[in-house]
């Protein structure tokens, strides 16, 4: 079911009260829907662009139709009860319709504040307020004050307050990252290993790797856990831009300059714009060239971007 997100530190500002100042990362919106994302994303002081984006990648992954177990549906993922309730005509076609994103995005946004009305007399940040209230109910977050001391509502609030990092287009310098030096150093030990489609260095793949195989192994190294497939490794952290790239850093290649999700390779930078990456069916793990047609841009791999991802997407 749909889900709020929230506090992100814009220029010294919290998300809540400065949603105009949050621009989107490079693509990490499908280009069908960064309009709409971008739109609805300020309807109130709660959310932002990235908060929203960051709620539908969590929910279905970009995914119109897009249907869980708990028959929540569509790119929001609500189910029938709440969207009877809540839905919106977000096109002004004359129906209201859970599949179509120019309705369910729309929607989403408007929940997302009515939430925020519910909690809007609560001290702290609102969005997280917002959070805690989806989690918990909106009594418990009045009844403490804040996001109430349960577990559960603040791992949750945490995890996805950071995932809403990797879809806000950076506005400083992204911090380096700890455990980069490791992950370069199991990459570079793989040298020379043959390319294996699907492979992830098992003994029954005779120790091989596809391209997403070696970053999630080589980041699995220093004991983050990133997803199998690259275009889920783009949401692990924030975006630095090219030049501002350190060893370390995965670096993304698309079909489509304006969609991550149609990202079809990765690899571990190691300066001087070059990589390390397993490039394709017949070559060995080796040294590229990072500057090409269809670079897309770059991750610096954070241990809570990478907690944060969704499993199911």
Avoid at 51 to 80: C, D, H, M, V, W
Avoid at 237 to 252: C, I, K, Y
Wanted: aromatic share 10%.
């Amino acid at each position: 079911m749909l889900l709020v997100v929230g506090v992100y530190v814009v220029a010294g500002n919290l998300a809540g009260g400065t949603a105009g100042g949050v621009g989107l990362a490079k693509g990490a919106v499908p280009a069908a829907y960064q309009t709409l994302v971008r739109k609805w994303g300020n309807l109130c002081p709660a959310i932002n662009p990235a908060l929203l984006a960051a709620q539908l990648y969590q929910e279905s992954g970009f995914n119109p139709g897009a249907r869980s177990p708990a028959k929540a549906q569509g790119i929001a993922q609500f189910i029938p009860g709440t969207w009877a309730t809540h839905g919106v005509d977000g096109d002004g076609d004359g129906d209201r319709d859970v599949w179509d994103p120019d309705d369910a995005i729309p929607s989403a946004a408007s929940y997302d504040c009515e939430l925020a009305k519910y909690v809007k007399d609560v001290p702290g940040d609102v969005s997280a307020n917002m959070l805690a209230a989806y989690n918990a109910g909106a009594y418990a977050v009045i009844r403490y004050g804040g996001v109430p001391p349960y577990r559960e509502t603040r791992n949750y609030v945490k995890t996805i307050t950071t995932l809403a990092k990797s879809f806000a287009a950076p506005v400083a310098r992204v911090d380096p990252s700890r455990q980069a030096a490791g992950a370069i150093a199991y990459a570079q030990s793989k040298l020379g290993t043959p390319y294996l489609w699907g492979g992830t260095g098992t003994a029954a793949q005779s120790g091989r790797f596809d391209c997403s195989g070696l970053t999630q192994a080589s980041y699995d190294k220093v004991g983050i856990k990133l997803p199998r497939v690259a275009n889920d490794q783009y949401n692990a952290g924030p975006h630095p831009a090219r030049s501002e790239l350190l060893p370390g850093d995965l670096v993304f290649f698309s079909h489509d300059p304006a969609d991550s999700r149609a990202i079809h390779h990765v690899g571990i930078y190691v300066g001087g714009g070059y990589m390390i990456d397993a490039p394709r069916t017949g070559a060995v793990i080796r040294f590229d060239p990072i500057d090409g047609g269809d670079y897309f841009g770059a991750t610096r791999v954070t241990e809570d971007g990478a907690k944060a991802l969704p499993t199911h997407v």
